[in-house]
C-alpha cells in the first residue's frame, strides 16, 4: 500500500498512514496472488444495535446538520475523494488513492493492521514502488536502508498533514465510517474506538536501532526474528520503512489520537 493510504486516514492518516502495506518482494521474483482475507469475523445482524463507545466521536447539532446531506455509503466515493483533496491536495489524491469503496477500504485496511495480514485486494491506495533490496543472501540477509526512501513521497505528505482539517473530514464522514465498520461484522462494535486500539498498537511498535535481520524461507522475506515476524501487520509495515520515518509516522498518529479522542476529555 501507498502513501495515500494514510491520507485517508483519519479516516486516512490510517489510511496514509496506516494504509501503506507492503510485502518483502524478492529480487525479480515475482509476488505471488494475494489470498484474501477473511475480514467477516461474525456473522452480521440485522436488528439495529447501539454499540456502547468508550472514546465517542464529538456530537453536535451542526455536525448533525451535515450528516443529513452525507451521501449513501455505496455512492460515497466522489465526495469523499472531493473532501480528501480539500485536505492532501488533488494531485496526491489522484496519484495515490485507488478511488472505489475507499470507505469500505479504509475501514478494512484499519482493522487488518491489528492482525497478522492485510487485506491486499481491499487497501484503499496503491502499492509502493520499486522492489525489495537487501544484502546477503536467503539464508542470511539485511534490510538495506536504501529501502526507506520508497517511502520518502509518502512519509512527506503525512508529515505535512493538517490533523484538526483531517480530522474534520473524519468527523463529517464518520456515520459512514462507522457503518462500513459494523458492516464488516462488528454489528456492536463503534469505529473510532478501533481506531484508537489500532493506533496505540501502532505507538507501541519496537523502534530498532540495529540492522533488521530477514531471511527468505519461501518467496517473500520474512524477518529473522520470530518475536518480530510475530508482530501486527501494521507494526511489521513501520520497521519496514526505517526508523526516520518511522518515527516520523508516530508524531503524526499521537496527533491523530489527539484529535479523535478529544471528545472524552
Do not use: C
Request: aromatic share 8%; glycine share 6%.
Amino acid at each position: 500500500m501507498s502513501s495515500r493510504a494514510l491520507i485517508g486516514f483519519v479516516g486516512l492518516v490510517a489510511a496514509i498512514i496506516l494504509g501503506t502495506w507492503w510485502y518483502f518482494k524478492g529480487h525479480g521474483v515475482p509476488t505471488p496472488a494475494a489470498t484474501p482475507v477473511s475480514t467477516t469475523v461474525a456473522p452480521p445482524v440485522t436488528t439495529p444495535t447501539q454499540p456502547a463507545t468508550t472514546h465517542p466521536v464529538p456530537n453536535s447539532d451542526e455536525k448533525s446538520r451535515a450528516q443529513e446531506s452525507l451521501p449513501e455509503l455505496g455512492a460515497s466515493d466522489s465526495t469523499f475523494i472531493n473532501a480528501l483533496s480539500g485536505v492532501v491536495g488533488e494531485a496526491a489524491t489522484r496519484a495515490y488513492l485507488i478511488p472505489e469503496d475507499i470507505i469500505r477500504h479504509v475501514v478494512v485496511t484499519v482493522d487488518n493492521l491489528a492482525r497478522q495480514k492485510v487485506a491486499l485486494r481491499k487497501r484503499p491506495v496503491g502499492a509502493v514502488p520499486g522492489i525489495l533490496v537487501v544484502d546477503g543472501d536467503e539464508l542470511s540477509a539485511t534490510l538495506n536502508e536504501n529501502n526507506y526512501a520508497r517511502y520518502q513521497p509518502m512519509v512527506d505528505i503525512v508529515k505535512g498533514l493538517n490533523v484538526a482539517r483531517l480530522a474534520a473530514v473524519y468527523f463529517h464522514f464518520y456515520p459512514l465510517l462507522q457503518q462500513a465498520y459494523q458492516d464488516l461484522g462488528y454489528p456492536n462494535g463503534y469505529f473510532n474506538d478501533r481506531l484508537v486500539e489500532v493506533i496505540d498498537l501502532m505507538l507501541a511498535t519496537p523502534q530498532l536501532s540495529s540492522p533488521v535481520n530477514l531471511v527468505r524461507p519461501n518467496v517473500l522475506y520474512e524477518f529473522a526474528d520470530p518475536a518480530l515476524e510475530r508482530l501486527a501487520a501494521g507494526q511489521k509495515l513501520l520497521i519496514r520503512m526505517g526508523p526516520r520515518n518511522e518515527e516520523i509516522i508516530k508524531s503524526k498518529l499521537r496527533e491523530l489520537r489527539a484529535a479523535v479522542t478529544a471528545a472524552t476529555t
